[in-house]
């Protein structure tokens, strides 16, 4: 298997030298409207509620417009910050790039950063080119020079 490919837009295809920052690609994505990150919770550093802490694929949403706003979004070299809404209450959130692994957003684009996806997690490509298992994760990294 050679280099990961990665995903932006409906099926358009960008491999890792192309790809943003995933501070980058959110904010752009953040800019255009609403945008969530793909998260493993349980990556040190994350701060989200108790019963959302053993997740490995946790998906927040985050909108300048959102139907419950964000006034406290705080986006940085390090990570993002922000009140979030879980079931109408709110509670304090922390993510630490490290522990993102896809940037999408509601129209279907998005980039996705292989590398970072827990080995416990599969996920299907929008092109429809499969779904990506561990095992194929890690033969990928080994290719990788």
């Known amino acids: 298997m050679g ?4 995903y932006l837009g409906r099926g358009r295809a960008m491999d890792e030298r192309e790809r943003p920052s995933k501070n980058d690609a959110f904010l752009a994505l953040l800019r255009a409207g609403w945008a969530s990150l793909h998260i493993d919770a349980r990556y040190p550093g994350v701060v989200v509620p ?23 979004l705080e986006v940085t070299e390090a990570g993002v910050s922000a009140t979030l809404s879980f079931t109408r209450v709110p509670h304090r959130t922390y993510v630490p790039w490290s522990a993102v692994y896809a940037v999408s957003c509601t129209n279907g684009c998005g ?5 970072d996806m827990p ?13 990506v298992r561990s095992e194929e994760r890690r033969v990928g990294k080994e290719g990788r020079s």
């Open 111 to 115: 980039v996705f950063y292989r590398e």
């Open 3 to 6: 280099p990961a490919i990665l």
């Open 50 to 72: 108790a019963p959302f802490s053993s997740q490995a694929h946790l998906v927040l949403q985050y909108g300048r417009n959102m139907p419950l706003p964000i006034t406290d």
């Open 119 to 131: 080995e416990d997690v599969a996920v299907a490509t929008p092109t429809g080119a499969g779904l």
